[in-house]
């Protein structure tokens, strides 16, 4: 299995940004998608989940400001970002759970990292 990020760049303050995270690979199902970021000398934080379901959360610090979807057809997740700010400026990595097959329940994946930079 492997997740493909895609969207980062640098932007400025107030703009917006959509990053997308593709899964491929041996999928029988997907049970969670998930955004992270780790901004330069700060932990890994949770940006925002979507689970099989549909229950959504997201991290105080981007509510009403960012939205993630998600297309079950194509295994992807989104992340749509506006009104960014500075202190948005991070890597983005995209998470999933997946289960390979019936008989597992689910394994974490880790895509890359694509780099957000906002700044003027």
């Known amino acids: 299995v492997q997740l493909q990020a895609s969207g980062g760049g640098l932007v400025q303050p107030g703009g917006s940004l959509r990053l997308s995270c593709a899964a491929s690979g041996s999928i029988f199902s997907i049970n969670a998608m998930a955004w992270y970021r780790q901004a330069p000398g700060k932990r890994r934080e949770l940006v925002a989940n979507?689970?099989?379901?549909?229950?959504?959360n997201y991290a105080d610090s981007v509510k009403g400001r960012f939205t993630i979807s998600r297309d079950n057809a194509k295994n992807t997740v989104y992340l749509q970002m506006i009104s960014l700010k500075s202190e948005d400026t991070a890597v983005y990595y995209c998470?999933?759970?997946?289960?390979?097959?019936?008989?597992?329940?689910?394994?974490?994946?880790w895509g890359k990292g694509t780099l957000v930079t906002v700044s003027s």
């Open positions: 998470h999933a759970n997946i289960a390979t097959t019936p008989l597992n329940y689910g394994m974490d994946y």
């Open positions: 979507i689970i099989s379901g549909g229950t959504i």
